[in-house]
Structure formats: C-alpha cells, structure tokens
C-alpha cells in the first residue's frame, strides 16, 4: 500500500541551528512529493515539490528538500532556522498529478531562543 | 492569489442536528476540491473528492450519507456533517485545484474546527 512515513513526532532546535525534516515513502514508482507547512489559524503552505529532474528543490522561505530514490526519501532542511518556522510540517506523496495526496503523519518543530 | 476560505472557521453543534461548512476559492476556478479530516496531533485524512457538477468520490470508510458534499459552481463546495455526533468532532479541512493550473497544486483552506456536544 502507498503510504508517506515521518519518523519524527516532534523536533526541538534553536534558533539559528540547521534543521533537517525526514520523510520516506512506499509506493510502486516514484511519487509526486510535497513538503507543506501548517501554522494555527492557517492553511496548509506548499513549501516545495519535486516531480522529475533535479533532485534538489529549493522551495520558499529559505527551505530545500533532497529527493533521494535509492532511500525513497524525501528531506527538508533549512541552514538557520528562525522563530518564526514553528509550525507543523507534513510530507506528502501522489502517483500522479492529478491523483490524490497521502499525508505523513507531520512532524511538529518547536523553536528555542 | 490562490486562495481558497472556509467558513465557518469553527462550529458547535449539538448532537442530532447537521452542520454545513463552505469551502470557496476566491481568486480562481475550482474544477477539483477535496475534503480532509484533521485529528488533534494527526495527520490529514482524505474524506472525499469533488469535481464540479458531479458527484463526490468518498474515500473507503467515509459514509457519504453522513458527510454531504455538494460542489454545485466552481468557486464553492459544501460538506454537510448530517445528525452529528460527539466522535464527527474535528478539524475539517478543503483544498481545490484550479482548472488551468498544470502545477497540480492543492491550495488548502484553513479549516473549521467542528465540535458536536
């Protein structure tokens, strides 16, 4: 069955300190992979996506993911992490397009000063 | 641009009555909106799929004579929550894809906490 996998439930770092998001998947061919942001009171954010090609993506607000098919990985990072990115963060897959979206179960990042 | 609203953003209702949430996209046409459900500290559940004018695809386990989705013009969905009962309580969420967008992009509301008493 096509599932999306977050190891990590929760993630503390300080401020200024690199983060890195893991998220795998399992599907029959590799899927469509999306990495969204959730804040309270606001909608999910797509941060990036990769679908085909360079297997580095660089996505909004300073992140980047690296897709990596011998892993069937999917992480995000960030250099320097600010307050601000405090958040839900949830990997998603499809196996198509227009196919619809499996979600991880996210990863909350809390953020110390 | 791309933005897509829920109303309302948060509801209680009593047990045994039924409870509308819209879900619009403002700035642009949605040929496709979909239905998520949301439990505290979980991740997001597809419910059902809903392509304008046409009748909604439910997700196996979902009851579509419970959740009611109605997605009568391209700017609105509806999803009806019928006799509601204390474990319908949730975080529902609605995305929709555009009709000329080639990114396959969702863009997600921001979601209306149902709580059933």
């Known amino acids: 069955a096509q599932s999306v996998t977050q190891p990590d439930i929760h993630i503390t770092v300080s401020e200024g300190a690199s983060l890195e998001l893991r998220c795998n998947y399992s599907y029959g061919a590799t899927p469509y992979l999306f990495w969204y942001v959730q804040s309270p009171g606001q909608g999910l954010q797509l941060l990036l996506k990769?679908?085909?090609?360079?297997?580095l993506v660089q996505g909004i607000k300073g992140f980047e993911a690296e897709f990596k098919r011998s892993q069937s990985s999917f992480n995000l990072r960030k250099p320097s992490v600010h307050w601000s990115d405090a958040a839900e963060y949830f990997c998603a897959a499809s196996s198509g397009g227009y196919n619809k979206l499996i979600f991880g179960a996210g990863t909350r990042l809390a953020v110390h000063p | 641009g791309a933005v897509v609203s829920q109303h309302p953003s948060w509801v209680i209702c009593k047990s045994g009555t039924s409870v509308k949430i819209e879900c619009r996209s403002l700035d642009f046409q949605a040929t496709t909106m979909f239905w998520y459900r949301q439990f505290p500290k979980q991740s997001l559940m597809l419910m059902a799929t809903?392509?304008?004018?046409?009748?909604?695809?439910?997700e196996q386990g979902v009851e579509k004579d419970k959740f009611l989705i109605n997605h009568a013009s391209l700017t609105l969905s509806t999803l009806t929550v019928t006799s509601a009962h204390p474990e319908d309580s949730s975080f529902y969420i609605c995305?929709?894809?555009?009709?000329?967008?080639?990114?396959?992009?969702?863009?997600f509301g921001p979601g209306t906490r149902l709580t059933v008493t």
């Open positions: 809903s392509n304008e004018g046409s009748k909604a695809t439910y």
């Open positions: 995305s929709a894809r555009g009709t000329s967008d080639y990114s396959y992009e969702q863009y």
């Open positions: 990769y679908f085909s090609g360079d297997t």
